[in-house]
């Protein structure tokens, strides 16, 4: 699996945010515990999240609980070879509503 690699110092385009989500997804899914975490903390199921992945809001939950914890957001980071300040634009390029 290849995570993308996120280097932009561009403003974030709505494609780029949701290749980063799409990757912090990955780096999740990659490790049990931190995907066991998310499971728990979202309410979602391995049987479930086929169709919460098909809905609006996942990629922007998937940010949120990255930026959640610190550590996480950092660790994301560096398997995505980006900055967490870019992870966090992507955040608010997805769940906008949340920062106005």
């Known amino acids: 699996m290849q995570i993308p690699q996120v280097l932009s110092n561009t403003k974030i385009t709505t494609e ?3 290749s980063i989500a799409t ?3 990955s780096v999740l899914a990659a490790d049990e515990e931190r995907l066991w975490r998310f ?3 979202t309410g979602l199921r391995p049987d479930t999240i086929r169709e919460a992945a098909a809905s609006p809001g996942f990629l922007g939950a998937v940010l949120d609980h990255v930026a959640s914890d610190e550590d996480l957001l950092l660790a994301v980071a560096e398997a995505m070879s980006t900055k967490p300040e870019r992870i966090m634009e992507a955040r608010h390029m997805l769940s906008p509503s949340d920062f106005e």
Do not use: D, K, P, S
């Open 16 to 18: 780029e945010a949701e």
């Open 23 to 25: 990757g912090a997804f």
């Open 39 to 41: 499971f728990g903390l």
